[in-house]
């Protein structure tokens, strides 16, 4: 059997929590993200997101520390929701927009019932 075959074995023998808990695992402070985009229910462009993610950040943790304190870390935080499938992303003239996915949206829910359980 190939490395891919027994991936796909692994990964169909998988369940729901299994899968949401490792994505979960593996984002990270891109939860502040998708938090974010909940929250607003609206598009929002990388830019914003990011200002509104720092914003969102420091009242909860009453800290005054940028999470996303450039642009490459922007674009690495974008791109990990962005290839985890946790957002939509869409242009809009020469602006990329976010929004939640459907699967941000199951993992956000996940994420509040566990917080729930503790």
């Known amino acids: 059997m ?52 720092n914003e969102y950040y420091k009242e909860k943790n009453n800290v005054d520390i940028n999470l996303i304190n450039s642009r490459h870390s922007l674009d690495i935080f974008a791109a990990r929701l962005e290839g985890a499938g946790l957002v939509n992303v869409s242009e809009v003239g020469r602006a990329r927009v976010y929004t939640l996915s459907k699967l941000g949206q199951e993992l956000i829910e996940f994420r509040e019932q566990l917080r729930k359980k503790q």
């Open 2 to 53: 190939n490395d891919y075959n027994m991936f796909l074995k692994e990964v169909k023998d998988l369940n729901r929590e299994e899968i949401l808990s490792t994505l979960l695992e593996h984002l990270q402070d891109g939860i502040w993200g998708i938090a974010i985009l909940k929250r607003e229910g609206v598009a929002i462009n990388k830019e914003k997101l990011k200002d509104m993610v």
